[in-house]
Nanobody, 120 residues
Framework: QVQLVESGGGLVQAGGSLRLSCAAS????????MGWYRQAAGKQRELVAS???????NYADSVKGRFTISRDNAKNTVSLQMNSLKPEDTAVYYC??????????????WGQGTQVTVSS
């Protein structure tokens, strides 16, 4: 079992910045992917950014150049630095960890979600 604890959400004016953090604990394989998803009101959940244990990153086109994902493998933490925020970034953001290589794989784990609201 994996637990994910998120922090850093809040209300910010357009053009501002926020930093989301997530700490994972439990049965975590050395080979995994951590990432951030978001779900806006009335919209489907979408991938914002992900990072593998090897450091390979992937970003949604809408956030490239504005958001930066990073991780500390020793601490099993992942962060998302969000700059130049836009109202369209408003959503609930979820941290995830995927032990995709596990022989007992049952799907990704998810945090509780944290609200990010960008005002105009």
């Amino acid at each position: 079992q994996v637990q994910l604890v998120e922090s850093g959400g809040g209300l910010v004016q357009a053009g501002g910045s926020l930093r989301l953090s997530c700490a994972a604990s439990g049965r975590i394989l050395s080979i995994n992917v951590m990432g951030w998803y978001r779900q806006a009101a009335g919209k489907q959940r979408e991938l914002v950014a992900s990072i593998t244990s090897g450091g390979t990153t992937n970003y949604a086109d809408s956030v490239k150049g504005r958001f930066t994902i990073s991780r500390d493998n020793a601490k099993n933490t992942v962060s998302l630095q969000m700059n130049s925020l836009k109202p369209e970034d408003t959503a609930v953001y979820y941290c995830s960890l995927d032990n995709y290589a596990s022989a007992w794989y049952k799907g990704a784990y998810w945090g509780q979600g944290t609200q990010v609201t960008v005002s105009s």
